[in-house]
T-cell receptor, first 111, second 113 residues
């Protein structure tokens, strides 16, 4: 059974701080990793994808991948109240576009 | 930008009715997916399709069927709606080529009374 694990939270950070969201997965040969943001009552929105070890930056977001340790993380710099949402980690274990989703981490950014 | 459109944002139906949820994507994606999302249970895959007239069962297909007569359209059918099918239903699509993300529609919040 291939699994993606996330701490459900809530993770509470003050405005302007760095929010760090973590995700672990069960299969070392996985190729593709995605972070989605989901506001309450809305659908998931893709915010980052990462395919190779290391960091990938996009604006205030940085995705970090460590395949040897089987974890992927998302850093949000200068967190804003508008970043308050649930963040879903998704892994394509077989490069076949079937994604396995983690349960999500709820982030709360307090003004 | 990818556009995945679900026919209804909110829907209320009665127990025993046959319910159709429609999804259309405009990116010529080969793959299309139907999920349901419930509090505490996360996203669960109901069915997916990787080509016209092709369908594969996901993790929770019982009580559902699907239809894909055209590449851009993927329909989810609740054969005889029951109260435990009250949920948020999400459609997604993606390219066939590996390592591609899925793009989601806005979702349909379905209530079965």
């Amino acid at each position: 059974q291939k699994e993606v694990e996330q701490n459900s939270g809530p993770l509470s950070v003050p405005e302007g701080a760095i929010a760090s969201l973590n995700c672990t997965y069960s299969d070392r040969v996985s190729q593709s990793f995605f972070w989605y943001r989901q506001y309450s009552g809305k659908s998931p929105e893709l915010i980052m994808s990462i395919y190779s070890n290391g960091d990938k930056e996009d604006g205030r977001f940085t995705a970090q991948l460590n395949k040897a340790s089987q974890y992927v993380s998302l850093l949000i710099r200068d967190s804003q109240p508008s970043d308050s949402a649930t963040y879903l980690c998704a892994v394509d274990f077989n490069a076949g576009n079937m994604l396995t989703f983690g349960g999500g981490t709820r982030l709360m950014v307090k003004p | 930008d990818v556009k995945v459109t679900q026919s209804s944002r909110y829907l209320v139906k009665r127990t025993g009715e046959k319910v159709f949820l429609e999804c259309v994507q405009d990116m010529d994606h080969e793959n299309m997916f139907w999920y349901r999302q419930d509090p505490g249970l996360g996203l669960r895959l109901i069915y997916f399709s990787y080509d016209v007239k092709m369908k594969e069962k996901g993790d929770i297909p019982e009580g559902y069927s699907v239809s894909r007569e055209k590449k851009e359209r993927f329909s989810l059918i609740l054969e005889s709606a029951s109260t435990n099918q009250t949920s948020m239903y999400l459609c997604a699509s993606s390219w066939e080529v590996g390592n591609q993300p899925q793009h989601f529609g806005d979702g349909t919040r379905l209530s079965i009374l």
